[in-house]
């Protein structure tokens, strides 16, 4: 059964860098067909779509984030990483990993979530 | 960017009532259609991909139809373990997008 877990800083001074990690157990981010992607929610709103990035070394991104989103695999230690440069509180969100299907494209697979907040 | 539209924004049902969930989409999307449902402070949660295959595991109260531009998420029956917020989501083109939701509450 894969895992998902998120974790780095609950607080991020505006203009600075928010730095998630997601850390997969339960099979190789490496390994099948899959794409590895953020999302996000802010309290009491829908969900947006942040990007991903494909096991053979690709990364798409949502475009109005693109210029200050990367996300990267670190397949010795099995984790996705975000980083999102430049934040203001409208960054503040619930952030989500999950594995997507690389044919239909759904994300069967999530992390519980973390909370960021963007805040001085 | 492919907005998504759902309808309608909430709704209050009886256990056992019939609920009907509709996604409509800016553009065509073919069958590029998938269903969430996600509960306070968890993760969503698949229901439905490629507008009418059940996740594994899922109910089979809940069923998704539709093509193109207008798609219909179904809970037959509802539980009590299905008061929610559903979402749809469209994986046609990138940026992938969500609708705003569909709080399904007890009457």
New interface residues.
Partial sequence: QVQLQESGPGLVRPSQTLSLTCTVSGGSISSGSFYWSWIRQPAGKGLEWIGRFYTGGSASYNPSLKSRVTISLDTSKNQLSLKLTSVTAADTAVYYCAREETYSNYCDYWGQGTLVTVSS | ?IQMTQSPTSLSASVGDRVTITCRASQTISK?L?W?QQKPG?????LI??TS?L?SGVPSRFSGSGTGTDFTLTISSPQPEDFATY?C?Q?YS????????TKVEIK
């Fill in positions: 960017d590029y998938n969430y968890k993760a969503p949660k698949l991909y490629a295959s996740q979402y989501q994986t990138i940026p992938w997008t969500f609708g705003q939701g």
